[in-house]
Structures are given as structure tokens and as C-alpha cells.
């Protein structure tokens, strides 16, 4: 069954439908792919990027079908420290 974004296809899997499939996801990640292949990337690289955001994509969506909307593995990248408005952004962290 189609769903419209990770919202819609949890409450669909709350009703009983397995594997829905995501309108978003799927045009992100084709476009993704298509991005890194527009960079120069071999497409067998590109394949495999596009799995691997696939399977955790996977893999998140089950845990948050088990445990809520906020449960799910760390982010792919950390999170970029936060400033207050007006003050300066903190310093880069060396190697970044």
C-alpha cells in the first residue's frame, strides 16, 4: 500500500499493512543516487550508498512501528552544535 511520508505508513502498519511503501523515501533515495552518480561516484558505490540509507531507513521505520515515532538508530552524522541567535558559531571541530 502507498503512503504518503513516515507518518502515514506508521499508522498504516498500526492497522496492519506490512510493508508500505513511501512516496518520499523513494524518490529521495533514487535522487540521492542519482546525485552521486552526477559526482563522479562508480555507480557500484552509488548502489551501495543507496542501500545502506535503505536498510537503516529499514530498520528505523520497524523500531518506531514498535516503539514510537522517536525510536530508531543514532543520525548518520552528529549533530552540528547549536549557537543562540547573535552569538558567534562555535569553533569547527579539528578534522571536520
Given amino acids: 500500500m502507498r503512503a504518503y511520508d513516515r507518518v502515514h505508513a506508521l499508522a498504516l502498519m498500526a492497522r496492519g499493512i506490512e510493508a508500505p511503501v513511501r512516496e518520499t523515501v523513494e524518490s529521495a533515495l533514487l ?5 552521486l552518480l552526477a559526482l563522479g561516484l562508480p555507480r557500484e558505490e552509488a548502489q551501495t550508498a543507496e542501500h545502506a540509507v535503505r536498510l537503516r531507513d529499514r530498520e528505523r521505520l520497524a523500531a518506531q512501528a ?13 549533530p552540528r552544535p547549536q549557537h543562540a541567535p547573535g552569538q558567534p558559531a562555535p569553533e569547527a571541530v579539528p578534522g571536520e
Avoid: K, N, W
Fill in 31 to 35: 535522487l540521492g543516487r542519482e546525485a
Fill in 66 to 78: 514498535m516503539g514510537g515515532p522517536f525510536i530508531g538508530p543514532e543520525p548518520l552524522t552528529p
